[in-house]
């Protein structure tokens, strides 16, 4: 009678130890186009946690140009295959092991470092994992925190010592970090030049722009004529496009000036003034946000920088860009649309 009972008992640890929930997972075995190489799948989730493990529900996750890069194969950070997609997003603690002092069930976080694959409704990470972000961050702000807004904040604040009335441009305005530039840079009473590229709706984008805080707004076209007048004198330029578009930038800095280089949209060599290379010792630098994610002595820049994007998110000074929200059930018609249109910005909600 005890073995039987003995049995029973262990038999039922054993399924208890066993016991899964369930997760629908955007992923992908092989690199390649999207459209052919992602499926959704559900994958069991382990309810058991290991002492320093936390299980999270992801509420909401957007897709940018770098995590289509990455399923594509030709980004940096390849992780580990099959993979599941998707590098930034917002989720909500389920569960925390016996370990975890920092992080309780309900508690807001976001991704503290790349490759955590956000395109899925429900994971277990390690505690250092994540980040905590406070639960009065509106849905969309809290789904993109990660990326593109700290991007901006590092790249006005790590290079170049930004005063008020200082002058900053930069190409790709309309883009996710073009626009968290001109808000914190406003937010600081840094002056913006903005180039964009040339479109119907021009108009519309311009007056847009300026109702975030821009200065100017220029074409491609019109900052031709600009390096020498209203973007003449800038201490800081922010590439994200290579190129002729770089060249101008570059050559609206002032002596000691600093161009940021952190992406190649135009898929085009850097173009850089010879004259301003040498005779204003202009400096050019690359930054990588992910990078800079990775090294342990930013830890506590991390959280003063989360706490004043969240003050301004919090106050009405940041404005998170329109997104057209999708189910991960319509990843296909949502990935379509990210490709196809950089202003057709795309947010998967579970």
Known sequence: MLVSTLSFISRSLANISRRCLTSKQL???KYGDPLKVLELKTVEVPERLEVNEIRVKWLAAPINPADINQVQGVYPIKPPLPAVGGSEGFAEVEAVGAGVVDLQPGDWVVAAHSGLGCWRTRAVYAENDVIKIGKDIPFEAAATFQVNPPTAY??????????????????????AVGRAVIQIAHARRIRTVNVVRKRPNIDELVAE???LGADEVFTEEQMLKEIKGKAKGAKLALNCVGGRSALMLASCLT????MVTYGGMSKQPLQVPTGPLIFKDIKLVGFWMSHWYTYPEHKSQREDMFRE???????????TPHFQKRKLEDWEKALTDAVSSADKKQLFVY
């Open 309 to 319: 994007l969240g003050e301004m998110v919090r106050s009405g000074r940041f404005r």
């Open 154 to 175: 590092r790249m006005l604040k790590d290079f170049v010592d930004l005063r008020s009335g200082d002058l900053v441009v930069q190409n790709a305005a309309n883009s």
């Open 255 to 258: 002596k000691k000036g600093v």
């Open 27 to 29: 992923m992908y075995e």
């Open 209 to 211: 722009l300026k109702s």
